[in-house]
Structures are given as structure tokens and as C-alpha cells.
């Protein structure tokens, strides 16, 4: 476990030497927020809620959901498809270190940092508008939210892998990733709480993994989903990141089968 | 001039030849981008079904403000789109020297390299979109309306060019700043929707140092009578103004390279 809290420290330690990248990185996962809650707040116009969905419910909703997208975002498929197709892969092949892990712990140097900057700016951010931003009434619902954080970064972090480690067989992923990034926009509740959309995209978000990535955090932390409803959400979590784990290590063992290590 | 065009169009050729070469590929992307449309329209729809109205706008007229917002970044995407977000990437190896040696405008060497096809497609879906939209919903646009879209669509590509020409000329002096071009993509993506809905001091912003009301709301409003047709003008000049701005800032970025050499 050390080597790879150490290889956390180093990747740390490189993004702190780039500060500049990795502040733009953060505005990057938040900008893409920032209209949304405009969106909803002008139809209000004098009514209560939209669809139980309270002004501050609909800020909070989207502040939530921004922070569970900045912890939850995995950049892994881009460094993977490199390391298979430049033949960078090789040397992990030798090393006595797992390949997924050393992803993991290397993104979790860039989170670890960026979300001590998220927590701040959402700080200030209540500051700024606290007749906008709802806090738990529980304490308790708060420590189940960043409960939730985990099932959330994995299951995020071994969809990418999966896109990443089909560079084994297509080579190129560009194409996979715009449609994992497509789907995920959709179901992980950005554009809207998934309860706003027809009943149909409802269906076909509580079937799909990417309603963690957003939704049912967000959901928890607005005190819309409690009791068996948390419990329910999470074992159905992490059934998903042991299925999605399951499949990304037999995969992984059968795309290194067709590896050839010479670089595209 | 002529050597400009003759020089464009072995350009253009050799793009042609490239991409042919990845017939499947193109196929992928006509899909991803279908999804990717269908995506944008169901936005709008689940936003309509709570609202009969988003910002003074009507949900036909939001439609179209996306799609001339969709027009305009195809456009910029089919000339420009693969080789000025390339600049940091040639700078910082050096390759910039080559672009100097040659007897043709550097700038026009970085800004319209590659040529994409595949926009010309997408474009095609995307027009025959707007003739749809066009006939389907009475937009009550006059000749006038009609002969400006297309000049405020052309201004919303200049605005969009200058402002990625800005960020990218940046690598003469900062390293590793490539991640710029996705700030402002996310930036530029809220243009998709009316920035009435904003508030003002923001507002101001997106029609100033973020320049993004330029690219769907500006020319949906003119031509839907959000704004009269003399807010043409602003549109115009916000263009003029970037272009400038940003031809003038490559110029200067130009005169004090020094090369990194290999």
C-alpha cells in the first residue's frame, strides 16, 4: 500500500508544480454547471417548485452535483489508451505493481487537491448566497454523502479504464469516450434531476451506473432519499463497481494477451 | 492572394486524401454526433415541459438558437477547429520555426492546416435542420432577417476564431496551457442556451470577455425580433473588434519567439 500512497504524493506534487493547468481543470468540471441553475431558477416565476424541487433545492442540487462530478471524474482512459498504444504499458508490465491501481492512486493525487479547492470555493459560495444553498438538517446525512463519494470515484474510475483498455482490440477510443460522455450527461442528472426527464429515461437511469456519478448523491445530501432508499442505493453501488470491476480485471488479463508492446 | 488560394486548396486536398483513409471512423463520429443532437433536443424538451417560455424565448425559437449555435461552431470546427488548439503543442517543440521559414503568412499556416470532412457533413444535417425548423414554425423573418443570419453566423466564427487564437497565442510565453482550449469549449457550450436567463453582471460577461451570447443567441435574436436588426451592428463590430485584437496579439507573440529548437 505504500508505493501507492507514494505514487499519490508524486502525482500530488506534479500537479502542484502546474497550478495553472490544474485551476483550469477545476473551473473546466465546474463551468459546466454554471448555466443550469440559471435555467431553472428564471421558469420558476412565482411558483413554489418544480417537481418538489424548491429555488434552493435547485441550486443546492447543482452545487452538489458539481462537487460529486470533480470527486467522481476520472481522466484514466486517456492515460491508458497512451500507454497501450506508445507501448508505455511495458514497463508497469514489469514493475511489481497493478496497472489499475497505480491509475487510481495517481488520480487520487489530482482529487485529493481539487477537492480542498472545491470545498473552499463551495464554501464561499454559501457564504455568498446562503438563502440559495440548503444544508442537511442531519449530520448523519452528510457523512452518508461522502460515503457515497467512494462507490461513486470507482465506478466512474473503472468505466474509463474499460474505454481505456479497449485500445487493446480498436486502438483509437476517441470515439467510445464521446459516447460514454454523451450517455453520462444524460444519466448522471446534469442536465436535470433524472426525476424531471419522461418516464422512459427514468427507467433507463435507474438501470444504468451513472446516477451515482451525480444524481443519488445529490439526492441523499438533499435529504430526498433516505432510509431503506440509502441502503437500497447502496448496495445496488456497490454491486455495480464489483461487476464493472470484475469485468474491467477479465478484460484487462485478455487484452494483455493480444498486446504486442511496440507502440502505435 | 493567388498563392494563399492555390496554397489552400493543396491544403485541403491533403485533408481530403487523409481522411479518407478513415471511412469507419467518419461513420462513428455521424453517430456519436446523432446522439449527441438527440441529446440537445431532449434538454430543451424535459426544460419545456416545466415552461412555455425560457427567458422571454419560445421553444421553437430556443431550437433555433441552438442550431445557429451548432452552425456556427461546425463552421469554425471545419477550417479552424484542429489547428490553432495545435499551437501550444508546435510552439513548445520548436516546429514553430518551420511555419516562419515558409514564403505564406505563418498565421495562415497555423489557422487553416487541417480541413476537416467531417463537418461538412454535420453541416449538412445541421442546414437541413434549420429549413426544417425554418418551415415547420412561422418565425416571421423578413428578407432583411434572412440575409443577415448568414453574416451574423460568419461573425460568430470570427469572434470564436479570435478568442481560441487569444488562449492559444499564450503558449509563446506559458507552458503546458493546452487544457485552455477545453475552458473555453465549456464556456463557449453555454452559448447553446438564451443568456436572458442570466443575470446581469454575468450577462455582461457573455457578451464581452466571454464572448459566447455571439454565437447562437445574437443571430437568433435578430432574425426571431428579440433584438431589432440594427443589433446586427453590435455583432459586427464585436467581430471586427476580436479579429483585430486577436491578429494583432499573434503579431506581437510572433516578434518575440524564440525558437526552443529540438
Redesign the interface.
Known amino acids: 500500500m505504500n508505493k501507492y500512497l507514494k505514487i499519490t504524493g508524486n502525482n500530488a506534487e506534479r500537479h502542484l508544480a502546474y497550478r495553472f493547468r490544474m485551476m483550469v481543470w477545476i473551473i473546466v468540471d465546474i463551468l459546466q454547471f454554471v448555466m443550469f441553475p440559471f435555467i431553472w431558477l428564471s421558469i420558476f416565476s412565482g411558483r413554489a417548485d418544480i417537481a418538489g424541487f424548491t429555488k434552493e433545492d435547485i441550486v443546492t442540487y447543482y452545487v452538489v452535483a458539481a462537487f460529486v462530478a470533480l470527486a467522481a471524474h476520472s481522466h484514466v482512459s486517456r492515460i491508458t489508451r497512451m500507454d497501450i498504444m506508445e507501448g508505455g504499458l511495458n514497463q508497469w508490465l514489469t514493475k511489481p505493481i497493478n496497472y489499475y491501481l497505480q491509475n487510481m492512486f495517481r488520480e487520487l493525487g489530482y482529487k485529493v487537491i481539487a477537492i480542498f479547492l472545491i470545498l473552499a470555493v463551495t464554501a464561499l459560495a454559501y457564504l455568498a448566497l446562503p438563502n440559495y444553498i440548503r444544508l442537511p438538517q442531519a449530520v448523519s446525512t452528510i457523512f452518508i454523502f461522502l460515503l457515497f463519494l467512494v462507490p461513486a470515484y470507482l465506478i466512474a474510475h473503472l468505466i474509463e479504464f474499460l474505454i481505456g483498455i479497449a485500445s487493446f482490440w480498436i486502438g483509437e477510443t476517441g470515439a467510445l469516450s464521446n459516447i460514454k460522455s454523451i450517455i453520462n450527461t444524460v444519466f448522471n442528472g446534469k442536465l436535470a434531476p433524472i426525476h424531471f426527464f419522461p418516464p422512459l429515461v427514468q427507467l433507463a437511469a435507474g438501470i444504468l451506473p451513472f446516477q451515482y456519478l451525480g444524481y443519488i448523491p445529490a439526492q441523499i445530501f438533499l435529504e430526498n432519499i433516505s432510509g431503506p432508499d440509502i441502503a437500497r442505493h447502496a448496495l445496488i453501488a456497490l454491486l455495480w463497481v464489483a461487476a464493472l470491476g470484475t469485468f474491467a480485471a477479465l478484460a484487462y488479463r485478455r487484452g494483455l494477451r493480444a498486446y504486442e508492446g511496440v507502440g502505435i | 492572394m493567388k498563392q494563399y488560394t492555390k496554397t489552400y486548396r493543396v491544403l485541403v486536398e491533403n485533408s481530403i486524401s487523409y481522411m479518407a483513409q478513415y471511412r469507419k ?1 467518419t461513420w ?2 455521424f ?2 454526433n446523432a ?2 443532437l438527440a ?1 440537445l433536443a ?2 430543451i424538451e ?2 419545456f ?3 412555455p417560455e ?2 422571454g424565448w419560445e421553444r421553437h425559437e430556443v431550437y433555433l438558437l441552438t442550431v445557429f449555435w451548432l452552425i456556427a461552431d461546425e463552421i469554425f470546427v471545419m477550417f479552424f477547429g484542429g489547428n490553432i488548439t495545435e499551437l501550444p503543442n508546435i510552439v513548445t517543440d520548436g516546429k514553430f520555426d518551420l511555419y516562419l521559414v515558409k514564403p505564406i503568412s505563418p498565421l495562415f499556416l497555423v489557422s487553416t492546416r487541417f480541413f476537416s470532412l467531417n463537418s461538412v457533413w454535420r453541416l449538412g444535417i445541421q442546414m437541413i435542420i434549420l429549413a426544417w425548423l425554418g418551415l415547420r414554425f412561422d418565425f416571421t423573418a423578413s428578407v432583411w432577417h434572412i440575409a443577415l443570419a448568414p453574416l451574423l453566423i460568419l461573425c460568430a466564427v470570427a469572434i470564436d476564431y479570435s478568442i481560441v487564437l487569444m488562449l492559444n497565442t499564450l503558449s509563446f510565453w ?1 507552458h ?2 493546452d ?2 482550449n ?2 473555453w469549449q ?2 463557449h ?2 452559448g447553446k ?1 438564451p443568456v436572458s ?3 446581469k453582471t ?1 450577462k455582461i460577461f457573455a457578451f464581452t470577455l466571454v464572448p459566447i451570447a455571439f454565437s447562437g443567441y445574437v443571430p437568433a435574436a435578430v432574425l426571431t425580433g428579440h433584438w431589432p436588426l440594427y443589433g446586427a451592428a453590435l455583432a459586427v463590430g464585436a467581430a471586427a473588434m476580436f479579429l483585430l485584437a486577436a491578429i494583432s496579439f499573434f503579431r506581437f507573440a510572433q516578434k518575440h519567439y524564440s525558437s526552443a529548437s529540438s
Open positions: 471512423d462513428i463520429k453517430a456519436t446522439l449527441w441529446m431532449l434538454t424535459v426544460i415541459s416545466f415552461t425560457l427567458g506559458f503546458r496551457i487544457n485552455v477545453d475552458l465549456v464556456a457550450d453555454l442556451y436567463v442570466l443575470p454575468l
